[in-house]
């Protein structure tokens, strides 16, 4: 027997999974061709929602990422347990992740993986309409 359960959950991880545009060395591109976590023009990152710090980041690197993504991409977010709560794609929920309009992916990431940009309160409502 199926039944719809409603229940609180404690979301701990957020992970961003986005195609990169432009992806070069130049003053032109979003992105840098050794940016951390970068696979060819795909971005992936697990992110701590509560401190902005992104798994497995390389310490010592400094970066800032500034890029559209065109309505795309893949955010989902994971709870204390390990498990997808839910997954949304398309636009940039704003309201997690650092940008504006929906369009745009705006990270500064510090020496030590955390996105200094982070909100201090992040607001989840564009995952659950």
């Known amino acids: 027997m199926k039944a719809f359960v409603k229940k609180e959950v404690e979301i701990e991880?957020?992970?961003?999974?986005i195609e990169i545009r432009y992806v070069g060395d130049t003053d032109d591109?979003?992105?840098?061709?050794d940016f951390p976590l970068l696979n060819g023009n795909?971005?992936?990152?697990?992110?701590?929602?509560?401190?902005?710090q992104i798994l497995d980041w390389p310490v010592g690197e400094t970066r800032e990422m500034y890029?559209?993504?065109c309505d795309a991409g893949l955010y989902t977010l994971i709870d204390d347990s390990g498990e997808v709560v839910v997954t949304k794609d398309g636009y940039v929920p704003n309201g997690i992740v650092p940008?504006?309009?929906g369009d745009y992916v705006h990270l500064k990431i510090s020496g030590d993986g955390v996105i200094t940009n982070w909100p201090e309160i992040p607001k989840l409502g564009e995952f659950f309409p």
Request: glycine share 12%; aromatic share 8%; net charge positive.
């Open 67 to 69: 890029c559209k993504v």
């Open 99 to 101: 940008g504006a309009y």
């Open 13 to 17: 991880k957020i992970v961003i999974d």
């Open 42 to 52: 795909k971005w992936k990152a697990t992110v701590m929602v509560g401190s902005g």
């Open 29 to 33: 591109d979003d992105v840098p061709s």
